[in-house]
């Protein structure tokens, strides 16, 4: 299974970004997909998540309001829409596939991708 996460890239604060995460390998359908982020010098967090069909969403608070999670199971992609983005967003952003809902800890996701900078600036 290969997940590859690309879209990120450097922008000012209040702009926006779209990553995408395109899987292969596997039976895209059949896992709630989950974005986390990890910034440096602190521990990988949830930012939010979409189920199997995409019929549900859930994030982090921190996010709540300004992000947007997608997929189309059609194309085996997840997207995360960033809007209003501030320097505390500032982080390595990793999609990650999971058989639970909702898949809030790195520990209930079984398939990661390697991870899309995403820089704000002030």
């Known amino acids: 299974v290969q997940l590859v996460e690309s879209g990120g890239g450097l922008v000012q604060a209040g702009g926006s970004l779209r990553l995408s995460c395109a899987a292969s390998?596997?039976?895209?359908?059949?896992?709630?997909m989950g974005w986390f982020r990890q910034a440096p010098g602190k521990e990988r967090e949830f930012a939010g998540a979409i189920t199997w069909s995409g019929s549900d969403t859930y994030y982090a608070d921190p996010v709540k309001g300004r992000f947007t999670i997608s997929r189309d199971n059609a194309e085996n992609t997840v997207f995360l829409q960033m809007n209003s983005l501030k320097p505390a967003d500032t982080a390595v952003y990793y999609c990650?596939?999971?058989?639970?809902?909702?898949?809030?800890?790195?520990?209930?996701?079984?398939?990661w991708g390697q991870g899309t900078q995403v820089t704000v600036s002030s």
């Open positions: 390998g596997c039976t895209f359908s059949r896992y709630a």
């Open positions: 990650a596939a999971s058989t639970k809902w909702p898949p809030t800890t790195p520990s209930s996701s079984v398939y």
